[in-house]
């Protein structure tokens, strides 16, 4: 039989695995992080905008009278806050949660580089039940959350950054914040302004969805209590899946109440699904008190997701910001973020940072010593060429009358 | 680079074991807390109470402390808890007894920095009360008498303990004659700004802001309706002030602060599952508590009154861990 109109092959391949085919081979687990299209899917409306300087550049005259001299793109300051750290530049570390492809060594990595770096750093849900704290669990030592926070700090920046945990609703039977709060090791940098808790309400590359990660079934069987145990694969493979967390505005404002009334000296992050409400649960979350909203574009990461999710769901990041509109607060940005323009062009449509995610983690693959440090000076060399171009001299000056686009 | 660093607390630490056990100042101590256990159990009796005793183990525990981690218990291969408190617990025993309390043990691992307040333990115990078909006002009258109750009998009773310590029984002479006071939360934050101290309306009045109160005054007296999104998903939400809580704290006079916190409880199955998304729970962990919800557990009010806290406001104390015999300070590992 033929049917050279209609998408034969793949209807073949999931007659042979059934709902397995929902999902990307699950022998690249581990090794390949997936996302959507550019050229395909999401036709994010960034990718389509131009940073357009102008001939007029009163701030640049600014700038020559405060320098004495002409003013060149070295002269872009890029210092800034994030989700109230300072940080070095309007970058942060994303989370990569408990997906193989981000553990042990390659977490460890980017986490001291960050610190290195003096930008922010977020770390996942799911770490502490999937991988341990780290703690008294000595075996576990390598795996662990606090693996990741001892490698930040002990190369932390003075003054700059800070050290982001995400929960769940998985997460808090764990007490993941509680935990992080009184633990000893943790104290310098709560006593230092530098820790933060992230209210994880959604995920970028599935959104509606809860987080998913693969496991042996003989190692599921120990998070059978707490997770989602889906044998979809039919083989030794299980799908481990957490639940996307019940929400309406008066459960989002009063969980980051109870964040601030608990938590008094950590800063409170709120990440946020790309979904069609996202106007209004970003004001919900700032009135509440969050000191940033995070927004992870529909542009996968990297996590495990279905390939209809990583297609055809959620909004793409443009629109998100787009959404959004003028706001006064703290807006944090991710998906595919990597290089100065995508950035650049974040910041001039209202987002006061971006995070870094599959870029972090491919950089240090590549060089596990410097990968991410050279990924970031060169993207911070970009924001500088870039913002100056506009006639800027602060890297927050970017806004919209920098972009243009084309319909 | 930041260093690892460990507890830092201002006031001194109790010595060893022997020293802080065979000390005459412990030794008044706990015979004026073995006579305030007495007359507790005397008070309570009379009004009705059946003593039980508390669990100290279990799936769940109130989840509804500040910042504290609980402890987990590997229980035949269950995550299990120690009890932060029994308040789950107190609920359910209404299906037995209208009218139950337990001297209950709690386990709390408080964030370092309570460490320096003086008033907090890890290990410590409440007198916990429960009353079916009771009203807010009606478990703050019981809160009032066992208080006035207890410091009357220990001021007639051992009056040479009390001067031993120095404390001075014309110090309770308000509480023991006069009313309690009370104020909303919404009061006290305004009383707090006028003292200067940021205090945030949506939050648990914070540790500094309780002693300040606790300074102004000369008796004890409550702050009551809470807003929601500063305690746990027991405590009723008020249907004619929607956002705040049919609950209270007492706090003591001098500066010692909050003695005592209490409640009307939720009991409506679908309002405690909203309840619960809204302080970040996952409902699926609370199974045994919510199947006894549907099938029905009496309305109710009740409170916990810290043992240790009234302990060291009664005899005078600097720190509340010369309250007990076994301290248990915040982050200082000792037997």
């Known amino acids: 039989m033929k049917a050279p109109a209609f998408p034969e092959s793949a209807v073949r391949a999931r007659a042979l695995s059934g709902p397995a085919d929902a999902f990307p081979d699950p022998g690249s687990y581990g090794h390949t992080l997936y996302g959507a299209d550019p050229g395909h899917a999401a036709y994010d409306w960034i990718d389509r905008l131009r940073l357009v300087p102008p001939v007029f550049v009163p701030h640049r005259l600014e700038k020559l009278v405060e320098l004495a001299r002409e003013p060149l793109y070295r002269d872009v300051e890029l210092d800034t806050t994030v989700g109230g750290f300072r940080s070095t530049l309007p970058v942060y570390l994303s989370a990569f949660g408990s997906t193989r492809a981000a553990s042990v060594d390659l977490g460890v990595a980017a986490s001291r580089q960050a610190g290195v770096l003096g930008i922010p750093m977020v770390i996942g849900e799911n770490i502490t039940p999937v991988n341990g704290y780290g703690r008294i669990e000595e075996s576990e030592l390598e795996k662990s959350m606090l693996t990741r926070v001892t490698a930040y700090a002990e190369q932390a920046l003075d003054g700059y950054g800070g050290v982001v945990i995400q929960q769940s609703t998985e997460d808090a039977d764990a007490e993941v914040w509680n935990l992080v709060y009184s633990d000893p090791n943790v104290q310098p940098l709560l006593e230092s302004g530098r820790l933060g808790f992230e209210l994880k309400v959604g995920q970028g590359a599935k959104p509606g969805l809860g987080g998913m990660t693969l496991l042996e079934t003989t190692a599921a069987a120990r998070l059978s209590d707490a997770y989602s145990i889906d044998p979809v694969f039919g083989s030794d493979t299980v799908l481990r899946s957490s639940s996307p967390g019940t929400f309406t505005d008066e459960i989002l404002r009063q969980q980051i109440r109870l964040m601030r009334n608990n938590y008094p000296r950590a800063r409170i992050w709120v990440k946020l699904p790309p979904a069609r409400d996202i106007h209004a649960a970003s004001l919900v979350a700032w009135d509440a008190g969050a000191d940033a909203v995070t927004v992870d574009g529909a542009e996968s990461g990297t996590g495990w997701a279905p390939v209809g999710f990583l297609e055809h769901v959620g909004l793409p990041l443009g629109e998100c910001l787009r959404r959004i509109g003028e706001h006064p607060s703290c807006l944090l940005v991710s998906g595919r973020m990597w290089e100065g323009a995508r950035v650049a062009k974040c910041l001039a449509l209202g987002a006061t940072a971006a995070g870094l995610g599959r870029a972090a983690l491919i950089a240090v693959d590549t060089d596990p010593e410097n990968g991410l440090v050279n990924l970031v000076e060169c993207l911070s060399l970009e924001l500088q060429m870039l913002t100056s171009a506009m006639g800027k001299y602060h890297v927050g000056s970017l806004s919209p009358e920098d972009v243009w686009s084309p319909a | ?249 007492l706090i003591a006079p001098e500066g010692y602060g909050e003695l005592c916190s209490g409640s009307e409880r939720e009991s409506d199955y679908a309002t405690i599952i909203s309840r619960m998304r809204e302080t970040g729970e996952n409902p699926s962990k609370y199974g045994w508590y919510l199947q006894m919800l549907r099938d029905g557990i009496p309305p109710s009010a009740g409170f916990g009154l810290g043992l240790e806290r009234f302990t060291r406001y009664v005899a005078g104390l600097e720190s509340v861990w010369q309250a007990t015999a076994y301290p248990k300070i915040p982050g200082i590992p000792s037997p």
């Open chain 2, 1 to 249: 680079m930041i260093e690892a660093q460990q507890t830092q607390v201002t006031r001194p630490l109790p010595g060893g074991p022997r020293e802080h056990l065979s000390s005459p100042v412990t030794r008044s101590v706990l015979t004026i807390q073995h006579r305030m256990l007495i007359a507790a159990r005397e008070y309570l009796r009379g009004i009705g109470c059946t003593e039980m005793l508390a669990p100290v183990i279990g799936p769940v525990t109130d989840p509804g402390a500040r910042g504290a981690k609980q402890v987990d218990v590997d229980y035949y291969g269950h995550r299990f808890k120690l009890m932060t408190s029994a308040i789950l617990y107190k609920q359910a025993s209404l299906t037995t007894f209208d009218k139950i309390f337990f001297i209950a043990p709690n386990i709390r691992l408080e964030p370092l920095e309570t460490a320096s307040t003086d008033r907090h333990l890890a290990e410590f115990h409440q007198i916990d009360v429960e009353m079916a078909n009771t009203s807010r006002e009606e478990i703050m009258a019981v809160a009032e008498g066992l208080v006035r109750h207890i410091v009357r009998e220990v001021s007639t009773e051992l009056p040479g303990e009390l001067a031993a310590l120095g404390r001075d029984t014309e110090a309770y002479a308000e509480l023991v004659h006069h009313p309690f006071d009370q104020r909303t939360h919404s009061d006290a934050v305004t009383d707090l700004h006028k003292l200067g101290h940021d205090q945030s309306p949506d939050a648990e009045i914070d540790w500094q802001g309780e002693k300040l109160l606790s300074e102004q005054v000369t008796r004890p007296f409550f702050i009551t309706d809470y807003p929601k999104g500063s305690r746990g998903f027991y405590d009723r939400e008020n249907q004619q002030r929607p956002g705040f809580l049919r609950n209270f704290d």
